[in-house]
């Protein structure tokens, strides 16, 4: 399975972006957005449920009200819309699917076991 995350670049505090994340295959995962700012440690953005049943998502405190997760299953896509960034926004961002046997509610980078690449977001002061 491979991800291709897209959709990074330089914005000014208070702009928008809207990451993609088209996967190879059609997946009933679930698929988080996680990133990793200079000098810290790779963190949980957002992620959203599988193709079936009701959509679940969740968000982490910092970025409620103004990140949304959405999912298209007819493009293998899932998007991450931000608004309102600021510049504790600016890292990479990643991509990755949960595995199957993780707890819905997991937050937890090793419940993920395929990733993309990275796409880098730079938000200006």
């Known amino acids: 399975v491979q991800l291709q995350a897209s959709g990074g670049g330089l914005v000014q505090a208070g702009g928008s972006l809207r990451l993609s994340c088209t996967t190879s295959v059609r997946t009933a995962s679930f698929i988080g957005w996680f990133r990793q700012a200079p000098g810290k440690e790779r963190e949980f953005v957002a992620h959203?449920?599988?193709?079936?049943?009701?959509?679940?998502?969740d968000y982490v405190d910092s970025v409620k009200g103004r990140f949304t997760i959405s999912r298209d299953n007819d493009k293998n896509t899932v998007y991450l819309q931000m608004n309102s960034l600021n510049p504790d926004d600016t890292a990479v961002y990643y991509c990755?699917?949960?595995?199957?046997?993780?707890?819905?509610?997991?937050?937890?980078?090793?419940?993920?076991?395929?990733w993309g690449q990275g796409t880098l977001v730079t938000v200006s002061s």
């Open positions: 990755a699917i949960k595995r199957p046997s993780a707890a819905r509610s997991s937050r937890d980078i090793r419940d993920y076991n395929y």
């Open positions: 959203i449920s599988g193709i079936s049943g009701s959509t679940y998502t």
